[in-house]
């Protein structure tokens, strides 16, 4: 559910979190305020994606479950080099190349996931083209 950038307004409604299925929930820059609800955070199955206005200057809702805290949201990206760059999930228009293989930082997700005790399909993991992986 993605009610990001709609100019909404009040609190976040505890009822949200009876939809089960509803597993990402988008709701910055919006005028959202308050705390997000108990039920919202122990929710289950748990979110994949929750984001919303609670982090920076405006801070609109107090989320201590969020996944992503948005801080800068309603800001227009400059071309101005920073002094203290930081991680953005704003693409970069000219991004840092990562040396080394689509297998090689494939695998690093595999075994930074414990993929060969936790995932459930793994065949032929690490094993020839990274095409036949899975």
């Known amino acids: 559910l993605r009610l990001y950038d ?6 976040v409604a505890s009822e949200l ?5 509803l597993r990402d929930f988008r709701l910055y820059e919006n005028e959202i305020t308050g705390t997000m609800p108990t ?5 289950s199955p748990s979110w994949v994606y929750l984001y919303a206005d609670c982090a920076g200057v405006s801070n609109e809702i107090d989320c201590g479950c969020c996944t992503w ?6 800001k227009t990206p ?14 970069s228009e000219s991004p840092t190349a990562y040396d080394e293989s689509q ?3 494939l695998m690093k997700l595999y075994a930074a996931t414990n993929g060969d005790t936790s995932w459930t399909y793994k065949s032929n993991w690490g094993i020839g083209s990274a095409c036949t992986w899975y």
Not at 39 to 43: R, V
Not at 69 to 74: E, G, L, W
Not at 78 to 91: E, F, H, N
Request: include cysteine.
């Open 6 to 11: 709609n100019y909404l307004t009040g609190t």
């Open 17 to 21: 979190s009876e939809a089960t299925a």
């Open 39 to 43: 039920e919202m955070c122990t929710k």
């Open 69 to 74: 805290c948005c801080s800068t949201c309603d």
């Open 78 to 91: 400059s071309m101005s080099p920073s002094q203290s760059p930081s991680i953005s999930l704003v693409p």
């Open 103 to 105: 297998e090689g930082i």
